[in-house]
């Protein structure tokens, strides 16, 4: 008998995700603690362990900075908050484009130490060659195409992608390849609605938009992004709360009560017990 405890609750995994297909949306959005996966597992079907946990949580300037350490940890605690949805790692600028025995190497430490379900790649001119080789090994991977975050240094900005038509065959063509190579599903990201929806047509594998408009088979956003934590966000970004102003307001509050002494109160106060009579 198995000392481990097994799940009440079967993740999603790669299938389940491949055969949404043309179907029902498939429901994506960041995770980078417990505490938040715990919240978003009933609701998502893919929680992604995002290389923006170096921007939204770090306060890198870009995902360039982001170490292979620093995606472990962040997927080893997304993996305990949550039960059923499947939990995808990002892969870190500098983790898999050395080569594909470089990338396998770091993938499989990913998978082991985190127990996530896939990995996630940005995709490139050698980077399908590298999703065979992962995926024949037995790791499964999410491609990313469009706007690709690592690149930021390349491409000296956040710039949305096939807008001309040099660059709706280019990532038309990536797209392609990554499906072709094995990618379970491919992350379109900053793209123009027509290349979104000509790449959702043509390639046998769920595409995931980020600013690549509803042609896509699900959507996924930057979970402190939509639930309003910063001042700004992209275009493509529908804000759904406001926690800054309620965070704001929450410690405006507190430091009040604080300075009046209001805070702790007696019954936030532990007193010594009444000695028992004899």
Known sequence: MSSQKQEAVRRLAAPDIMARKGGEPVVCLTAYDAPTAELLDQHCDLLLVGDSVGMAVHGLPNTVGV???????????????????????????????????????????????????????????????????????????????????????????????????EERLRVIAEAEATADAGAFAVVIEGTAEPVAREITAVIDKPTIGIGASAACDGQILVVSDMLGLFDWTPRFVRRYADLRSEIDGAVERYAADVKARRFPAEVETYFSKKPVES
Not at 92 to 110: D, I, L, M, T
Not at 115 to 124: D, N, T, W
């Open 67 to 165: 170490t292979l350490e620093m995606m472990i940890m962040h997927g080893q605690a997304v993996m305990r908050g949550s039960r059923r949805a499947m939990v995808v790692i990002d892969m870190p600028f500098g983790s898999y484009e050395g080569g594909k025995e470089q990338a396998y190497e770091n993938c499989a430490r990913v998978m082991k130490e985190t127990g996530a379900q896939a990995v996630k790649l940005e995709s490139g001119p050698t980077v399908p060659e590298t999703i065979a080789y992962l995926v024949q090994r037995g790791i499964p991977v999410m491609g990313h195409v469009g706007l690709r975050p690592q690149a930021v240094l390349t491409d000296g900005a956040f710039k949305a992608k096939g807008r001309t038509d």
